[in-house]
């Protein structure tokens, strides 16, 4: 690791891994917000032809990796591993969606961080030699996310102002080491942090310290300021997050103005569409990665982001037990210009 760790959290790479191709698959209501120009599918039937909300979910990520794939014009067996993971009960969207592919597989659990934490070690296994090309997806159902967590569809049960709309969607990223942009410079693991929330409606505001520590700790390791990035985005803190997050920052003394963004305060027209707080669920950073942040990266409105996906990380059980939300952040340095971290 000589050369490659910096402090205690974050890894630079010296070879940075390139993003070779990328793919965004999206529901209805995804599909009618302010980044609709920047998927690559957007489905009318949020059941995607098939017969349960779970199961549309797992077509998801199949289509989101087949668009991924060949926009990459590779093959299934030339992904040496992927590295994978939904919010439903043993990641069966993903385990599912990947029988009979053939890929090596990961199966990945960081809740909502999962976006981040499967490229993360897709970025190091591609860097350290141990894959040609390794594949990054993850996924969330609005309808599939509802039934486990909170209440079925036909409940009709009422939203606390706080809560967030689980995004219907999947994104699939495939990387290698071909020294073309956009590439991962480097990535900082982030520490679980507890806030002692118990409101399992109320998961940006039990996310947001775990986003300022990750966020903190990547500058202090890397010897980095927020200067260095064009954008410094959290998953899906939502509203009452990232405002909560912002207050976080100024009072450690980093001041990051208009460069501070939320993915779950993006998908949506919060004005216009009935989400409360914003957007949320694993499909929620993903898609706006694998659409419109990659997007502007190659078209040189961002040169570098600070990409940190944000995981409450409760379960039904716990949440039945009166258990706090504890949560992670996992922070991915994305450039579109050539040089290390």
């Not at 793919?23 to 980044?35: C, F, N, W």
């Not at 090596?104 to 040609?132: H, I, K, N, R, W």
């Not at 982001?305 to 991915?332: D, K, N, R, W």
């Amino acid at each position: 690791m000589q050369g490659k760790h910096l402090g205690k959290q974050t890894v630079r790479f010296n070879f940075p891994p390139s993003i070779r191709a990328y793919a965004s698959i999206v529901g209805k209501k995804e599909g009618e917000g302010p980044l609709k120009d920047y998927f690559d599918e957007i489905h009318e039937d949020t059941k995607f032809g098939q017969s349960s909300w779970e199961k549309a979910e797992s077509q998801m990520q199949t289509l989101a990796l087949q668009k991924a794939l060949t926009k990459a014009a590779l093959s299934p067996a030339q992904i040496h591993m992927v590295f994978a993971g939904d919010l439903l009960n043993q990641c069966i969207g993903t385990s599912f969606a990947i029988r009979g592919s053939e890929i090596p597989f990961y199966g990945l659990y960081g809740a909502c961080s999962t976006m981040a934490e499967s490229l993360s070690l897709a970025a190091m296994a591609v860097e350290g030699g141990f894959a040609d090309y390794a594949a990054a997806m993850t996924s969330s159902h609005f309808a599939s996310a509802e039934r486990q967590y909170r209440f079925p569809l036909e409940y009709g049960g009422q939203r606390t102002p706080t809560a967030q709309w689980t995004v219907t969607g999947s994104g699939a990223i495939i990387l290698e080491q071909n020294n073309q942009p956009p590439y991962i410079r480097g990535v900082t693991t982030g520490k679980i942090m507890d806030l002692g929330i118990t409101d399992a409606n109320n998961m940006g505001a039990a996310m947001a310290p775990a986003f300022v520590d990750t966020v903190i700790s990547h500058f202090q390791d890397s010897g980095l300021s927020p200067s260095d990035y064009d954008l410094i985005i959290s998953g899906d803190l939502g509203t009452v997050g990232l405002e909560l997050a912002s207050d976080l920052f100024r009072r450690e003394g980093y001041a990051l103005g208009d460069k501070l963004k939320d993915c779950g305060t993006m998908i949506f027209d919060l004005e216009q569409q009935d989400v409360h707080a914003g957007g949320s669920g694993c499909g929620c950073s993903a898609v706006v990665l694998c659409g419109y942040l990659l997007e502007k990266l190659k078209t040189k409105k961002y040169r570098n982001i600070l990409f940190c996906g944000t995981g409450a990380l409760l379960s039904p059980v716990s949440t039945q037990q009166g258990e706090s939300v504890p949560a992670v952040c996992h922070a991915v340095a994305i450039s579109g210009e050539s040089g290390c971290m």
